[in-house]
């Protein structure tokens, strides 16, 4: 390539033949040319398209027609195109842009997705010439497994519109008015379960959608983009609490508890949370005493989702103090059962919407069966649990921040100062740019938490580093969102205001910030590993 007048493309393909297929023995420097990107992929090929020059390919080889492989749904084939655009001399870093279109089920080479390049395909001179720095992979992706795909499946966009419907018609309208009043309408939470928007990541044999993990962190967007009460229901009855038992529980308490939960036919939350226990989750004083076939449960919770008018609740409580965390267990209650009550809390700075209540346990008889797991497994219980809650809520914060990044862009139209629109000013642009960035950025870890969910992969620490910054990003985008509103945004003539006073809990509960902050430098530091679990969370069956 010796010329900047000189243009020519490489491009991966699995279906139609274009104008020109290098044949598999015609290359110009043989076989050992076949750059380490190439080797050990099957039945793919190398194609030039366009019309390349003689001295950048050299082949008399007819058009050839690559078969799709047997394990063809494993790594489907996708289109990878690579542009030389500007040629550069040879030692610099990146000789042209790489684009890469993701569209299936790819290998990830050196941090890059890639089709199924054969291990018969060879290589035009264009791909050639500048091969010596670009993605070198460290060794072939297993067989099978799920790489990158950023494209979301008909299914997925099909939940994402019907959630984004189901917000615009049931919430959007009443919301200002709920959340000035600090109500909560329960028949809005029983609409949801008749939609299936309670169920959804729960397999069909238990009540619920089928669906798989980034289905749900759609969902769990779409409804804290309407508002954060609602993607709190995701949060305690559907992730704390339903995907807890579907992973925990015995076969008669998924049955029990868990298909009328998936069908919305009852309502359940999650009891951790004390007055005098929040970050420190293994001091719990509630306590828990065997008493022949049923345990007797006192103390309290505070700050609980729900927790005045959920029908279950998974409640933590400990039957040996002195052991610490490994007194731990888990059990679930039931609203009806002796010894249990319930009041709502008040004055909340946000999530007015929702309701959040107190539990008292006061010699509260639970039934042996009910417990979860074994006597001192609850703590282990409650951070895999939490491992779900994480996600919901990193997945609603990325739809406060979209629901930021759309009211100031709108706002930024419509508002007039110094003799246009506010959005040709450069520091009203700065803001929303930066929202742009860190919704796009959280996304991206949101997705990748839910691929490994999707596997059954431990997926802590990727679940909490999406958490910490998705639940930061929301913060700071509502800051702007209301600096960009000016003195508007402090009133709730305009949602922004809302946004903010709903952004903060986030950075609270399910871990806060500063916890978060420490957890991802432990991984870091090598303090922290994640063992694996008993009952490990289990992976998606359907069809991704």
Known sequence: MGGREERAQCTAVGEADRDHTLGPDRVEDGPDIVDPILEGWEDGRVEVIGEPSPAAVETNHPPQRAEAPENAGQHRLL??????????????????????????????VGGAGVSSLGRHGRQCAAWRSHRSRIWRPASRPPDGELMIDFSLTDAQREVQRTARAFAEREILPRIQQMDANAEYDRGLYEKMGAE???????????????????????????MERADTAFRVILSVHTGLNSLTLLQWGSEEQKQRYLVPQARGEKLATFGLTEPGVGSDAAKLATTARRDGDRYILNGSKIWISLGDTADHVLVF?????????????????????????????????????????ILTFGDCEVPA???VGEEGEGFTIAMSAIDQGRYTVAAGSVGL??????????????????????????????MIARMYAGIEAGRLLVFKAGAKKNRGERNTRETGLAKWFCTDHAVASALDAIQIHGAYGYSNEYPVERYLRNSKGSVIYEGTSQIHTLMQADYLLGYRRDKPLRMPQLPFEGEM
């Not at 655009?85 to 890469?100: A, K, L, Q, T």
């Not at 299936?196 to 779409?222: H, K, N, S, V």
């Not at 267990?329 to 809390?345: K, N, Y």
Request: proline residues 5%.
């Open 79 to 108: 289109p990878l195109v690579l542009e030389v655009g500007d040629p550069r001399p040879r030692d610099e870093e990146i000789h042209w842009p790489v684009s890469v279109d993701l569209v299936g089920d790819v290998g990830s």
């Open 196 to 222: 299936g928007l309670l169920g959804l990541p729960i397999p069909e044999q238990y009540g619920g959608a089928g669906m798989d993990y980034i289905a749900f962190a759609l969902l769990c967007e779409e």
């Open 317 to 357: 409580a400990s039957v040996d103090r002195s052991k610490g965390h490994r007194g731990i267990t888990a059990f679930i209650v039931e609203r009806s059962f002796p010894g249990f009550s319930s009041e709502s809390l008040h004055g909340k700075l946000g999530v007015r919407a929702g309701n959040t209540g």
């Open 369 to 371: 069966a009910n417990r």
């Open 401 to 430: 921040a979209q629901a930021c990044l759309d009211a100031s862009v709108k706002y930024a139209h419509e508002r007039q100062a110094f003799g246009s629109e506010i959005g040709q000013h450069q520091l009203v642009k700065q």
